[in-house]
C-alpha cells in the first residue's frame, strides 16, 4: 500500500500536465542524507513519518449486506504518510545559479502538489489505491511535523536545505476477520405498563424480500398483518420491519403489483439470528 502511494505521486509528478521542470526531473525516494548525490536534477520524496490520523478515526463497523448475510468489519485506519520533498540540481551545475534552478524547481514541485487537494482517481485505477473507501488527500507545507529542522536534518545524516512536507491521508484495513450472519429477524423488549405496573413484553419482527430469479431486493412491496391491522412497505433493500407485537404467530401477506401474492406465516419472536426471508416470483 506504501509503495503504490509513492508510485503514484511520483506519477504525478511525471504527468504531462506538470510544467516541464518537474516532469523532465528525475523522481527518487532514498535518504537525503550527505552520501545523496544525484547525478541528475531530481525531485526526492523521502518517506519519513506515518501515523494514524486519529481526527479521523471511526469506531464504527462496517457494514455490508450482500445474498442475505450481514458483514461486519473493523473501520480501516486512516494513515497519515508524510513525505520530505527536496530538490537536487545536476551536479554539474554549481554556485548561484544551481541555487536559483533549485528554489525554482522546488516551488514548481509544490505548486503541482498544492493543486492536487485529492489523488485523481484515474491515477489509482490499477493499483491497490483503487479500492480506496475514501478520497486519498494531499496537505502540503505541515509545519508542526517539524518542529525544529536543523535537529531533523541532522538526524537525517545531511545538511539543512530548502524543502516542504507532503502528507497523504490513505485507509488501510487491519487484519481482522469479518463477521458474516443472517440478519436478525426479531427484538424482544420489555416495558412498564403505567397504569398497573407490570411489565409487558413486547416484539418487534421483520426480514427481506427478494426476487426469486435471482435474489436481488424487491422494494416497495406492500406487507401487511391483516389480523392486527398492521401495514407497511419494503426499503429500498427490500428489508420490512414490525414492532409492539405479543409473542405467539402471524400471518403476514406480501403483495406487489406483477408478483405472484405470497402469504406466509412468521413466528413471533422470530428465531434469531436467521432472517426472515419471502420470495417473490413474478406473476403468470
Known amino acids: 500500500m506504501l509503495q503504490a502511494l509513492s508510485t503514484t505521486l511520483k506519477a504525478i509528478l511525471d504527468a504531462a500536465s506538470a510544467p516541464a521542470p518537474v516532469s523532465d526531473a528525475d523522481v527518487s525516494f532514498d535518504r537525503p542524507s550527505d552520501t ?47 513525505y520530505l520533498v527536496t530538490v537536487w540540481i545536476a551536479s554539474g ?20 502538489f498544492a493543486g492536487q487537494p485529492t489523488i485523481p482517481p484515474a491515477l489509482l485505477s490499477g493499483t491497490p489505491l483503487a479500492s480506496q473507501p475514501y478520497p486519498i488527500t494531499l496537505v502540503t507545507l505541515q509545519s508542526e511535523l517539524m518542529r525544529n529542522p536543523a535537529e531533523f536534518w541532522s538526524a537525517l545524516g545531511g545538511k ?77 433493500e427490500g428489508r420490512f420491519f414490525f414492532g409492539g407485537m405479543d409473542a405467539g404467530t402471524a400471518t403476514v401477506k406480501f403483495a406487489k403489483a406483477g408478483y405472484t401474492t405470497v402469504t406466509r406465516s412468521m413466528p413471533v419472536p422470530g428465531v434469531a439470528p436467521t432472517a426472515f426471508d419471502v420470495d417473490l416470483s413474478l406473476a403468470p
Open 36 to 82: 545523496f548525490n544525484p547525478q541528475n536534477t531530481t525531485v526526492n520524496l523521502f518517506l519519513y513519518d506515518i501515523r494514524e490520523n486519529t481526527e479521523l478515526r471511526c469506531n464504527e463497523p462496517v457494514v455490508e449486506r450482500l445474498n442475505g448475510l450481514v458483514t461486519l468489519r473493523q473501520p480501516p485506519l486512516r494513515v497519515a504518510c508524510s
Open 93 to 112: 551545475e554549481v554556485g548561484e545559479a544551481s541555487i536559483l534552478k533549485q528554489h525554482q524547481l522546488l516551488a514548481e514541485v509544490l505548486r503541482v
Open 160 to 236: 539543512l536545505r530548502p524543502s516542504f512536507t507532503l502528507t497523504a491521508t490513505i485507509a488501510i484495513d487491519a487484519l481482522t476477520t469479518p463477521v458474516s450472519a443472517k440478519p436478525v429477524s426479531s427484538t424482544t423488549f420489555t416495558i412498564e405498563d403505567a397504569t398497573s405496573g407490570a411489565n409487558v413484553t413486547l416484539h418487534q419482527i421483520g426480514g427481506t424480500v427478494r426476487s426469486a430469479g435471482n435474489r436481488t431486493p424487491v422494494p416497495e412491496v406492500v406487507v401487511s398483518i391483516e389480523a392486527l391491522g398492521l401495514r407497511t412497505l419494503t426499503d429500498a
